[in-house]
């Protein structure tokens, strides 16, 4: 199940993490990250051991400070971070099969 994280924890789950960390800003208000939900849940089962996902709320506390910090303009927002790195953007809904298929290619 992807994780539900804070800009307190946002060093230690992402930034520090051995595996890859597929980060999803999102907001309560917006219907294409609720849209979202369901795949991401599927794609943590699909990807278990080999990659991570977390999800930022951008509308609590300083998590906007950090959707700000990396320049989420828009949501839903997901940015694969590798070794602390943003390797890859994916902007806007994604149908399972295809995110799926985007991921494993640069997995």
């Given at each position: 199940?992807?994780?539900?994280?804070?800009?307190?924890?946002?060093?230690?789950?992402?930034?520090?993490?051995?595996?890859?960390?597929?980060?999803?800003?999102?907001?309560?208000?917006?219907?294409?990250?609720?849209?979202?939900?369901?795949?991401?849940?599927?794609?943590?089962?699909e990807?278990?051991?080999?990659?991570?996902?977390?999800?930022?709320?951008?509308?609590?506390?300083?998590?906007?400070?950090l959707?700000?910090?990396?320049?989420?303009?828009?949501?839903?927002?997901?940015?694969?971070?590798?070794?602390?790195?943003?390797?890859?953007?994916?902007?806007?809904?994604?149908?399972?099969?295809?995110?799926?298929?985007e991921?494993?290619?640069?997995?």
């Amino acid at each position: 199940m992807p994780k539900d994280i804070n800009k307190s924890e946002f060093v230690v789950e992402v930034l520090q993490s051995e595996l890859p960390v597929l980060v999803d800003f999102w907001a309560p208000w917006c219907g294409p990250c609720k849209m979202m939900t369901p795949v991401l849940e599927e794609l943590s089962k699909e990807f278990a051991g080999k990659l991570k996902i977390c999800k930022v709320n951008t509308e609590e506390g300083d998590n906007g400070m950090l959707a700000m910090e990396y320049s989420v303009m828009s949501i839903p927002n997901m940015k694969l971070f590798k070794n602390g790195e943003v390797i890859q953007d994916f902007i806007g809904f994604r149908p399972l099969k295809e995110f799926g298929e985007e991921l494993k290619q640069i997995l």
